[in-house]
């Protein structure tokens, strides 16, 4: 005959799975490309420079982050979300298409550039490159 789980041990059972999935998207949350453009934008309308500064390449004083800043604030401001599109791994390099949807303006794509750095384990945004990315649409 086999064992089986009964009673109050499902439930023990049941609530590790569930501390331990819930374990796995608490820290992945943070991890990838993905998560570097999503903490950059709550990170701008927060205001969090700490947090700007764990997802930059550059200082988060450096005029690319500014006015990249500026540009996520002012298409919040404008009601715009954004939602990920594409992506391009090259190594520690990560192009990601990015979509911003603005009332009234309809739907503007630009791409990020996203990096690991050699001496880090973590993506940054590479503000310099993604601001110039913004400028070719003429923004």
């Known amino acids: 005959m086999k064992p089986s789980i009964r009673g109050a ?3 023990i059972a049941s609530g ?5 999935t ?7 949350q943070y991890y ?3 998560s570097a453009i999503r903490r950059f934008h709550v990170a701008t309308l927060s205001g969090d420079l700490a947090e700007l500064q764990q997802v930059t390449s550059e200082d ?6 500014l ?3 500026e540009k996520v604030y002012l298409i919040a401001k404008a009601g715009g979300t954004f939602e990920l599109g594409r992506m391009g791994l090259d190594g520690r390099s990560v192009t990601a298409e990015v979509r911003y949807r603005i009332p009234r303006l309809g739907i503007l794509v630009t791409v990020w ?7 880090d384990n973590h993506w940054k945004i590479n503000a310099t490159r993604t601001l110039a990315n913004f400028r070719a649409l003429g923004l």
């Open 9 to 11: 041990d499902a439930w």
């Open 16 to 20: 590790l799975l569930a501390v331990l």
């Open 22 to 28: 819930l374990s796995v998207f608490w820290v992945l």
């Open 32 to 34: 990838g490309p993905e």
């Open 60 to 65: 988060v004083g450096d005029p690319a982050v």
């Open 67 to 69: 006015s990249l800043r």
């Open 113 to 119: 550039l996203v990096q690991k750095p050699p001496s």
